[in-house]
């Protein structure tokens, strides 16, 4: 039965920005809207998946059938995403915030009247590159996605390889596709690439889900 296709499977997905925190009232965040990774998580449970969907601070309605796990800042992302393995696959649609700030102030940032106060980065975990290198805990397939404005395929092959991952579901995100309702990708494997049409964000998700039944066999 090709509706159940995933039955008895378990995915994770991740969805949505990261929110780091500066001060109590501040924070670093990008202009993903988690519509792409909630509509994965959605056609994955509707072909029968047991999905768990770590999402990142968004206004998006639970898709059936799908186990919900809210966070906010990469870190807790990253263990979220550690506490729901073992999964069969793992698909890291987030928009991982790639810095945080090395200390977040404990009260609200005063301004002076002196100089504006400089505020120091550090490095996020990176949540694909890791779930990648799990070890006996790998998903048996890990997708990763790759927004771009430029150059998109190249960086796209650099990206599986960096990462570890199995394939790159790539997209051109210089247009209107943060927060837009369509989505052209290019899906890179080992194998090459397959480039896809412009379509709504959610027959993308099924197309995927369908390709993902068809790789777990
Ligand atoms: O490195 P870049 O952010 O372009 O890679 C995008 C891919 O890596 C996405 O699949 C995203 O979910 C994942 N990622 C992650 N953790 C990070 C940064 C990116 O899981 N800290």
Redesign the pocket.
Known sequence: DTHRALYGRHIVV?AGPTREPIDPVRYIANRSSGQQGFAIAGALAALGARVTLVAGPVSLETPAGVERIDVET?REMAAAVDDALPADAAV???A?A?WRAEAAAEHKIKKTGDAPPTLALTE?????ARVSAAGPRRPALVV????ETDNVLEHARA?LAK?GCDWIVANDVSGDVMGGTENAVHLVTADGVESWDRMPKGAVATRLAERIATALG
């Open positions: 991740s990469a890291m649609v987030a991982v790639d996020n975990p990176d949540i694909l990763g996605f790759a927004a990206k990462k």
